[in-house]
């Protein structure tokens, strides 16, 4: 799972080498590190995170709304992640031509 430690080390190494440009940096972080934000705003499942999101998936290389929602589930039991979550995942793989998949099922 991703955390502030892990992506730290990252985004030290990015500026020691000079890579950005006093307000950004690029990063070329670990894909645990790219999926943990995407979890995490998933499962807020905000109207407002909708854009993020759509961004978050691609970044995390998510093929399928069955491979975002495992990664929702393990991070976080199944009885806390509400069918918001499950609409607002499928609805955005749905745009990336991905499937969709059930809150309880798993692969």
Known sequence: MW???EMA???A???RRGEGDGQR???RAPLSCRRGPFVM???AARELDEDDLRLLF???TFRTATEALDA???AYPTQLIKPAVQYMVESIAAEHGAD???IGSST
Do not use: E, T, Y
Request: glycine share 8%; aromatic share 4%; charged share 20%.
């Open 3 to 5: 955390n502030v430690d």
């Open 25 to 27: 940096i690029r990063v």
């Open 41 to 43: 705003k998933a499962m």
């Open 100 to 102: 969709g998949d059930a």
């Open 72 to 74: 929702v589930r393990q």
């Open 9 to 11: 080390g990252f985004i």
């Open 58 to 60: 691609s970044l995390a």
């Open 13 to 15: 190494a990015s500026l």
